[in-house]
């Protein structure tokens, strides 16, 4: 072993180191190696450190790839959304008196903060704070931090780091949610129709109807492609929030009429010329001004699969019918394991459904 540069040691000082490496030989240890495991300790003290101080999005962000292959694009969306930085222009969508910015995603104070530091006393009060101000997000933020926690508490990199238990029998502080109950009913239908009608924008006109009449889910229809449709076998295909190969639901009379009224403009059914996506993104401006004027009650976009859901009864048709429309995930035994309704049949019973509510309307097809 080389003890020193003879420019730097004295004879005195390199005897002294000598009879210390001699000590260690005695002791049966090799002094080289002895010099390599304190090496290694040093840099896996310094590596620990710098874990230790680096923000948990680090780790977020290897969560993420390292699950996305499992997950549906929606789950990874709702990911990123929660640990996005904000700070960005609203340049769609923005209602009357919301902030120009994009806000910090509901889990980002949290993964700004070290790995150790996200503590139960720290989640308690972060909960706390988003709970009062957005409890539906803050519900679903807390579940994926969970679920991340207990996915670091098993890696190596982050075991020595996380608080597994940050999150538990947090939920049940949180209030229960209120179901949504906005429903278009069966005299309000004609109000509605009329306004939505008279909307100068075909496209968010044909979409909002569209909406009602099938009662799918409102990104599964914006992003239909002209692909989807089969004018010929009357069908519609439709990528389904539970079903990973999608669904397949008739494509009754009116809502063939009015898809064929629009403009091909590129690959998207509901197109838009000033989307950056291609295709339309924020209907609910449009639909609120065509709520205001028919002089009708609130109704969210989701209200109208709601309101499919819910006018299907006045044809009494099957619940298991509807839901297979609508895209629901079968809740029976029967629905789930033996129940699969060809086209054919969800068609019987779609355009009695659709033309039950045109004639409420009085719309001649």
């Not at 904000?86 to 790995?115: M, N």
């Not at 065509?290 to 819910?310: E, V």
């Amino acid at each position: 072993m080389t003890i020193g540069d003879t420019e730097v040691w004295t004879v005195d000082q390199a005897r002294q180191r000598a009879r210390e490496l001699q000590s260690q030989i005695d002791q049966g240890r090799d002094p080289r190696q002895v010099k390599r495991e304190r090496i290694a300790a040093d840099t896996a003290a310094m590596e620990e450190a710098k874990n230790n101080a680096e923000p948990a999005l680090i780790a977020w962000h290897a969560y993420i790839k390292a699950r996305s292959g499992k997950w549906r694009e929606r789950h990874i969306a709702s990911h990123e959304g929660m640990s996005r930085d904000g700070g960005r222009p609203v340049t769609q969508g923005r209602r009357i008196g919301a902030p120009a910015f994009t806000e910090p995603g509901v889990l980002r104070p949290l993964l700004d903060c070290p790995l150790r530091e996200i503590t139960r006393t720290r989640v308690a009060g972060w909960l706390s704070a988003e709970g009062a101000r957005r409890p539906a997000q803050a519900r679903l933020a807390l579940s994926l931090l969970s679920t991340f926690l207990d996915w670091c508490s098993n890696q190596s990199a982050y075991k020595n780091q996380v608080n597994p238990n940050a999150c538990a029998r947090l939920k049940r502080d949180l209030p229960k949610p209120a179901a949504r109950t906005d429903c278009l009913q069966r005299e309000q239908l004609a109000p509605w129709f009329a306004a939505v009608r008279a909307i100068n924008n075909p496209v968010i006109s044909a979409y909002l109807q569209v909406l009602l009449l099938t009662g799918a889910r409102r990104e599964e229809l914006a992003g239909l492609g002209w692909g989807d449709v089969d004018f010929q076998w009357k069908t519609i295909h439709i990528a389904d929030k539970v079903e990973d190969a999608g669904r397949t639901i008739p494509l009754t009379p009116y809502v063939g009429q009015l898809l064929q009224s629009l403009q091909k403009i590129n690959k998207w059914v509901f197109a838009s010329k000033r989307a950056k996506s291609g295709r339309l993104q924020e209907p609910r401006k449009a639909h609120n001004q065509a709520i205001k004027t028919a002089g009708l009650p609130p109704l969210s976009i989701h209200g109208l699969r709601r309101s499919f859901a819910t006018l299907s009864e006045w044809v009494e048709a099957p619940s298991g019918i509807t839901a297979q429309i609508m895209g629901h995930k079968p809740s029976a035994i029967a629905e789930r394991h033996y129940k699969r309704r060809p086209v054919d049949l969800l068609r019987v019973w779609h355009a009695k459904i659709e033309a039950w509510i045109l004639t409420e309307v009085g719309i001649n097809k």
